[in-house]
């Protein structure tokens, strides 16, 4: 993988500072990390999420608890429903279609950051025990539209502790939809 001076963006990401992690503090167990976040309007009884607060729509948060703290839920001003991605259990070539951008989220946010966002919220999810390394290569914008290529490694144990490299990309067409394939 590419030393952190060699590319455009490196970010650490650790599962006790996940989504996942705060929830479990915060509401019902989740057993496992979530398959997807709803879409839904925040209101007054929505908290948001700390692990992702800096990313606001409108002074909001993208990212927030159900009223109930059940659940983790996404702002329907910033997209549609959104499947999580496994990167690393991702088949090489394989494609996911995560959901939709609206076009309020890519006018308040720079596409960097909307990328940033979707990893540290484990919708595109780089690990599966401890947390991974991502490094940002290449990036491409183009009217409404938006390509990343990033390397990663991540770390997990199974008898003894394992880094296992990866390679994906993640982009979006200029009406929203997000796709993220694995390319290594």
Same mark, same amino acid.
């Given at each position: 993988?590419?030393?952190?001076?060699?590319?455009?963006?490196?970010?650490?990401?650790?599962?006790?500072?996940?989504?996942?992690?705060?929830? &479990?503090?915060?509401? !019902?167990?989740?057993?496992?990390?979530? *398959? $997807?976040?709803?879409? @839904?309007? =925040?209101?007054? /009884?929505?908290?948001?999420?700390?692990?992702?607060?800096?990313?606001?729509?409108?002074?909001?948060?993208?990212?927030?608890?159900?009223?109930?703290?059940?659940?983790?839920?996404?702002?329907?001003?910033?997209?549609?429903?959104?499947?999580?991605?496994?990167?690393?259990?991702?088949?090489?070539?394989?494609?996911?279609?995560?959901? &939709?951008?609206?076009? !309020?989220?890519?006018?308040?946010?720079? *596409? $960097?950051?909307?990328? @940033?966002? =979707?990893?540290? /919220?484990?919708?595109?999810?780089?690990?599966?025990?401890?947390?991974?390394?991502?490094?940002?290569?290449?990036?491409?914008?183009?009217?409404?539209?938006?390509?990343?290529?990033?390397?990663?490694?991540?770390?997990?144990?199974?008898?003894?502790?394992?880094?296992?490299?990866?390679?994906?990309?993640?982009?979006?067409?200029?009406?929203?939809?997000?796709?993220?394939?694995?390319?290594?």
């Amino acid at each position: 993988m590419a030393p952190a001076a060699a590319c455009l963006a490196h970010w650490e990401l650790h599962s006790q500072a996940s989504l996942l992690a705060e929830q &479990r503090r915060a509401g !019902a167990h989740q057993p496992d990390f979530f *398959a $997807r976040y709803r879409a @839904e309007a =925040l209101g007054p /009884a929505h908290a948001p999420v700390e692990a992702v607060r800096r990313f606001a729509l409108a002074g909001a948060p993208v990212f927030a608890f159900a009223p109930d703290r059940s659940s983790i839920v996404v702002d329907v001003r910033f997209s549609s429903d959104l499947e999580v991605v496994d990167v690393p259990r991702l088949a090489v070539g394989a494609e996911v279609r995560v959901g &939709r951008l609206t076009d !309020a989220a890519r006018a308040a946010l720079d *596409a $960097r950051a909307i990328l @940033e966002l =979707l990893v540290r /919220a484990d919708v595109v999810r780089t690990y599966w025990h401890l947390g991974s390394e991502v490094w940002l290569q290449r990036e491409d914008a183009s009217p409404g539209g938006y390509r990343a290529e990033l390397d990663g490694t991540h770390t997990y144990f199974t008898s003894r502790r394992h880094r296992a490299p990866f390679a994906f990309a993640v982009e979006w067409a200029p009406d929203g939809e997000v796709v993220v394939t694995r390319r290594s």
